[in-house]
């Protein structure tokens, strides 16, 4: 599988849009909202098989004439025949998904583009490390559910607070460490169990994705103590800290390329 250091990945593409009635809203936990929506459309499309998959919401008209129009980035969390539902993050009146999520009603129509993906878990993998926050948890859901019985996953979620947990099901010998913010870091809390002895040996399937400067510390981390190759690892900064989304976006390069002079330094200390 392929490392997934974009969100996006791989060389753009032209993105069909699609037009789907939202069918139900649910307040999942005090920061997450699941909007289904569906569409006869749903049926047509090929979702993918990633569990990383995602669609890119157009939730506003472009800022100035002639520009693009607002769009936000989020997981597919599950599909079903003619529906999809997809998981948003909610933080009061920040941003556009969350406020979006919180006033859409039922019966109302929404244009995403997509679908895209970059990660599945390698069911032939020793085992699996699923790292990251509320916004890299349908991901992480969607590949706990999707592994066979007999494979281990050791995952590591951090949410605003113990509210915000969620109950996953899934065959694989799975344990999930809930980090709630501000009790410690989610970086802290897998070296302690990395330190500890409570990770599995053998080299991992590794899936990082969250906040950009936690995710490369952690990235560092995986390739340099658990030995984890390019291609045993997705690794996306989804957010970062400070920035506004678009800002991000046009920073996101910059970001990919101090992952790739980490990777040069790993190798020269080889």
Do not use: N
Request: with cysteine; proline share 9%.
């Amino acid at each position: 599988m392929a490392e997934t250091p974009e969100r996006p990945d791989g060389p753009p593409r032209k993105r069909v849009p699609h037009t789907v009635t939202v069918a139900a809203v649910r307040r999942l936990t005090p920061h997450i909202v699941r909007v289904t929506v569906a569409g006869d459309e749903l049926s047509a499309i090929d979702p993918t098989a990633y569990t990383d998959r995602y669609v890119k919401l157009v939730l506003g008209e472009p800022s100035e004439p002639g520009g693009r129009p607002l769009v936000r980035t989020y997981t597919i969390r599950a599909v079903r025949d003619g529906e999809w539902d997809i998981d948003l993050v909610v933080h009061g009146d920040e941003g556009l998904g969350g406020p979006w999520a919180m006033r859409v009603q039922p019966g109302e129509q929404v244009t995403f583009l997509g679908p895209g993906g970059g990660y599945a878990p390698d069911p032939g993998a020793p085992w699996h490390l699923l790292v990251g926050d509320e916004a890299a948890l349908p991901a992480i859901a969607a590949a706990l559910e999707a592994l066979p019985a007999g494979a281990v996953a050791r995952a590591f979620v951090e949410v605003p607070e113990p509210a915000d947990e969620q109950v996953i099901d899934t065959p694989a010998d799975a344990r999930i460490t809930w980090v709630h913010r501000g009790s410690r870091t989610l970086e802290g809390a897998v070296r302690e169990a990395h330190a500890g002895g409570e990770l599995p040996d053998g080299v991992p399937h590794a899936f990082l994705h969250g906040e950009a400067a936690c995710v490369r510390v952690l990235r560092r981390w995986a390739r340099a103590e658990l030995g984890v190759p390019r291609e045993r690892l997705s690794a996306s900064g989804y957010w970062r800290r400070g920035r506004a989304d678009e800002t991000w976006r046009a920073e996101k390069r910059e970001w990919v390329a101090a992952v790739e002079q980490d990777d040069a330094a790993l190798a020269g200390a080889v």
